[in-house]
């Protein structure tokens, strides 16, 4: 079965607010995450990453946070923008470093004028 | 620019026909990655490379389903006797140049099977 999956299918925000997507998986051995943003027609474009052994990044204008005890990760996106619309994905590494990554269903981000 | 560049990037063929697409990394990596995505959903891993090694086959879909990199650059995944189940977005991914564990993917080359 699937192992990473997301909360919320689609998340609608006004331009200029925060945003939280969240994720949860369930392989407890894994040891990196990323978020993916994919625009319509277009491939995975990396956003940021984290390591087990962290439980927080800051990237320009993203945060990304694990919660190991839950099996939680999110992405937060400060002052949305328009071009901020996209669907967006958690993925985790399966594991030996080299492996594919398992990735979830996507939540669509929605920036409302 | 991820660096990664893919062809064609839409294919439309007809039901029992054989296809194949290129992946082609900009600069050299020793690893390679191929998925598949279907509407509405996320990536799935099928194969990758180590070089010219193949290295994880057990996630391609099926038997009609291979993948070569002979030079240990670019890569093709062919797939023979389509089924219109095949339909799906062809994703190539290669890792970042640092060394990271990051995978930055190819835009893709869009299957339509008839």
């Known amino acids: ?113 | 620019d991820t660096g990664v560049s893919q062809d064609p990037r839409h294919k439309i063929t007809k039901r029992g026909q054989n296809v194949t697409f290129r992946c082609d990394p900009i600069s050299e990596h020793n690893r390679l990655y191929w998925y598949r995505q279907t509407l509405g959903q996320g990536p799935e891993f099928l194969t990758y490379f180590q070089n010219e090694a193949q290295l994880e086959k057990s996630r391609l879909l099926s038997d009609r389903f291979s993948a070569e990199r002979p030079k240990g650059s670019f890569s093709t995944l062919e797939i023979q006797r389509t089924e219109q189940g095949d339909s799906a977005m062809y994703l190539c991914a290669t890792p970042s140049t640092g060394g990271g564990n990051e995978q930055f993917f190819g835009p893709g080359t869009r299957l339509t099977v008839l």
Request: proline share 4%.
């Open chain 1, 1 to 113: 079965g699937e192992s990473v999956g997301l909360h919320l299918p689609t998340l609608s925000v006004q331009e200029g607010d925060n945003s939280i997507i969240n994720c949860a998986y369930s392989n407890s051995a894994s040891d990196y995450f990323i978020w993916y943003k994919q625009e319509s027609g277009k491939g995975p474009q990396f956003i940021i990453d984290i390591r087990s052994n962290m439980d927080k990044r800051q990237g320009q204008r993203v945060t990304v946070l694990l919660n190991k005890t839950v099996k939680h990760l999110s992405l937060q996106i400060a002052a949305t923008q328009p071009g901020d619309s996209a669907v967006y994905f958690c993925a985790e590494r399966m594991g030996g470093g080299a492996d594919g990554l398992t990735f979830g269903k996507g939540t669509h981000l929605i920036i409302q004028p």
